[in-house]
């Protein structure tokens, strides 16, 4: 875009000033909460086309198809797998085509999942190589969030930063619980027989329409991505080329929060993709999908709050906290499941896994936090040892820190592969989840050991 283009296009804002509290409070607060509040019904919708098959596998074998219990949970960890992948070039975008045309863009691609999903359910005979393609394609949902993130942290001052990535984080999240519990009301309703939509008996008598569980996002995204064009910004000082954002990568506290965020984002989204299967298999008699919904949606909540308390609080005490009690969690899982002459016990089970959503949500929150505040202070003693202006040094900060969120966040998402697979897996070679159960215990067990040692103790060293 040329000079006189950019003087030319309203979206466009050239002198974005949020540390200084007369701008904030004249004209940039309007404007940053109304790009949060469009970035959060894009976000949340993303995570609910993210998720999708972990609600559409469920039954796939109720609708005619004879997959395994592993090729399903393959399927409901195939997105995560892509979306962390696609997370670390779409954590470039917002610096190098600015946020309100990347999000118009990473929106309406969406639709496409969606609509394919939902035609190649109505054939049983679609090979199994076609609903991976499918799953893969689900995962540029999920990209989204660190596209998003890094937006959104660009509008905000430092001091409100870890609230407002909350919000649009935790909201964002809510989608996956949005997305749990529409679909098992949709697929009962015959929405587009207009279009020559069958259902299909089921075995109590009613009729099921599970292409209503894919078709039902693909309008709802075609009006988020009119909103995001006609309502959100683009901010001129955000602009950096790939090679200015690189460098964070080779920074030490780079990938030790990404250790911590993927314990903690990682929990959440792999147990919302693999809960409702998982629970299908030890507690077979469950209607698993009439509560599936609410582990998702109490975590996304928490989010929220995790980067509020942490603003309060400090980002470094609170998960240092929720990592104990997330390893607490992981520990009583064991005494719930079936095994044995046990035939276990799915209501303290389900109130445990609770527990997991909750801290896992909450942790998600306040190693965000952790990750602004910490990335930039050390750019800006960075810049300023360099003999650097603090403009020069806020600037530099904010474009790290973007960079940095949004890396981190790919590595978090890995989780959602892991976790699924991991449970599969366990459940293929022993025919029970508790070794997938162990290792994810040990993984939150050192989480505490390194959250305490280089960060709890003294201050993070400068890198």
């Known amino acids: 875009m040329s000079q006189q283009d950019e003087k030319n296009n309203h979206y466009l804002l050239n002198n974005w000033k949020p540390e200084n509290p007369q701008f904030w409070e004249n004209k940039g607060k309007g404007i940053a909460r109304r790009n949060l509040w469009i970035s959060v019904a894009c976000l949340l919708l993303a995570f609910c086309v993210w998720m999708l098959f972990s609600a559409v596998t469920v039954n796939l074998n109720k609708v ?41 863009l990473s929106t309406v691609i969406l639709i496409i999942p969606c609509v394919w999903l939902g ?52 909201l964002g999240n809510l989608g996956v619980s949005v997305m749990q519990l529409v679909a098992p009301l949709v697929i009962f309703i015959p929405m587009y027989t207009f279009l020559g939509v069958q259902g299909v008996a089921q075995a109590d008598g009613s009729t099921m329409w599970l292409t209503n569980a894919a078709w039902i996002w693909a309008p709802l995204l075609l009006i988020a991505t009119i909103a995001a064009w006609f309502g959100m910004n683009d901010i001129a000082s955000s602009k950096a080329s790939v090679a200015e954002q690189l460098p964070v990568l080779g920074r030490l506290h780079t990938w030790i929060l990404a250790l911590l965020y993927l314990a903690t984002f990682g929990s959440f989204i792999g147990f919302s993709a693999g809960f409702a299967m998982l629970a299908k298999t030890q507690f077979p008699d469950v209607n698993i999908l009439k509560l599936a919904f609410f582990g998702p949606f109490l975590g996304a ?27 607490i969690f992981s520990a009583l899982i064991f005494f719930t499941l079936p095994g044995g002459s046990s035939p276990g016990n799915f209501t303290t089970f389900y109130l445990v896994f609770m527990g997991l959503f909750l801290t896992a949500g909450l942790g998600s929150g306040s190693t965000f936090q952790m990750i602004a505040v910490i ?70 067990i050192v989480c505490v050991a390194v959250t305490w040692l280089v960060y709890g103790r003294r201050k993070a060293a400068k890198s």
């Open 119 to 170: 035609i190649v359910i109505q054939n049983t005979a679609t090979p199994y190589w076609v609903f991976i393609i499918i799953a893969l394609l689900c995962g540029f949902a999920g990209a989204n969030f660190a596209s998003s993130m890094g937006n959104i942290s660009f509008f905000f001052p430092k001091a409100r930063q870890g609230s407002a990535l909350g919000v649009n984080g935790g």
């Open 375 to 444: 990335f930039r202070r050390i750019t800006v003693d960075r810049v300023k040892a360099q003999g650097g202006s603090e403009e020069q040094a806020q600037q530099e900060a904010v474009t790290d820190t973007a960079a940095a969120l949004g890396f981190i966040s790919a590595i978090g998402a890995v989780g959602g592969f892991f976790i699924p697979k991991a449970f599969g897996t366990s459940l293929a070679m022993t025919g029970s989840p508790v070794g997938a159960m162990k290792i994810f215990l040990v993984f939150y």
């Open 64 to 104: 005619g198809f004879n997959f395994t219990t592993d090729q399903l949970f393959l399927l409901t960890a195939l997105p995560s797998l892509s979306g962390a992948i696609l997370r670390v070039p779409y954590s470039f975008m917002v610096p190098i085509f600015g946020g309100r045309y990347w999000t118009v």
């Open 301 to 327: 909540l928490a989010r929220s709050v995790g980067g509020f308390i942490s603003d309060k609080f400090g980002g470094v005490r609170v998960t240092l906290i929720n990592f104990i009690f997330m390893a």
